[in-house]
């Protein structure tokens, strides 16, 4: 939104604000707000894709196809990472991609010229880093309920020379323990960082059009407009990366748990 004289705020985008009355729990009032709402409308969203490509037609069409495609990609991704114990892991792995991906690609959605405000819900670190969190949490479930005590074990790499333990334990659980952290930032800061440049390339054509000599603002105007059309592709492929990214090291950091070293 713009602010006063004719300024764009690239951060009011992020801010959460509540839709309405809430309600008291245990002394904290509990409020809907717009960054739940495209929760809500994600998982909503996604649920009715794959609801409409669950039909088992013998020829597919391209719906079908297309939840057999993401499907198939994260299963493959799974058993080339874990194995055949994959398998039990692929569902939550794959909730946690279409999640993401469906939150990325919602939070673009060209709404501003119809006067509404998408919200991109994964560049809140709190989300980001509750999903991290939610991650490494059954990282450290598989690896005790499977290993017990012996999963510390993850913390020596085979091979490693007696007097070099000490050493090499501290820094692999240092690794170990930044995990969430990195998870979580990593996703958070690529969805704020292409979302605020093109709120300031937006902004640059609004105040351009605006602007007193109409030659060099239209000039600027139509450089930053296309500018933001290359980084509006741009961000589109990005969205699907970190997804990707995402779903991959949770697989990865899954496989340490069950296959330790």
Request: glycine share 10%; aromatic share 12%; net charge neutral.
């Amino acid at each position: 939104m713009a602010a006063e004289s004719g300024k764009i705020d690239p951060m009011h985008q992020f801010e959460v604000t509540p839709l309405g009355g809430g309600f008291n729990l245990g002394g904290h009032e509990v409020l809907f707000t717009n960054s739940a709402l495209w929760m809500v409308i994600a998982a909503v969203v996604l649920g009715l894709f794959m609801w409409g490509g669950m039909r088992r037609q013998l020829v597919p069409g391209r719906w079908q196809a297309a939840v057999e495609g993401f499907t198939g990609f994260i299963s493959n991704m799974m058993m080339a990472n874990i194995g055949t114990e994959g398998r039990k892991y692929t569902p939550y792995v794959f909730s946690l991609f279409m999640f993401i991906l469906f939150c990325n690609l919602l939070g673009m959605l060209p709404l501003g010229v119809l006067g509404l405000h998408p919200f991109t819900v994964t560049s809140h670190i709190a989300i980001t880093g509750v999903l991290a969190l939610l991650s490494f949490s059954i990282v450290l479930v598989v690896g005790f309920w499977r290993h017990g005590l012996h999963f510390f074990s993850l913390f020596v790499p085979h091979g490693t020379p007696l007097p070099m333990i000490p050493f090499i334990a501290v820094i692999e659980f240092i690794s170990f323990m930044i995990r969430p952290f990195s998870l979580g930032l990593r996703l958070f800061v690529a969805m704020t960082a292409g979302h605020v440049l093109l709120k300031v390339l937006s902004g640059f054509v609004i105040n351009g059009f605006n602007a007193e000599n109409a030659i060099i603002g239209s000039v600027v105007s139509l450089l930053s407009f296309t500018l933001m059309i290359g980084i509006s592709a741009l961000e589109l492929l990005v969205a699907g990366i970190q997804a990707y990214v995402f779903a991959l090291l949770t697989s990865l950091y899954i496989n340490d748990a069950v296959n330790l070293h």
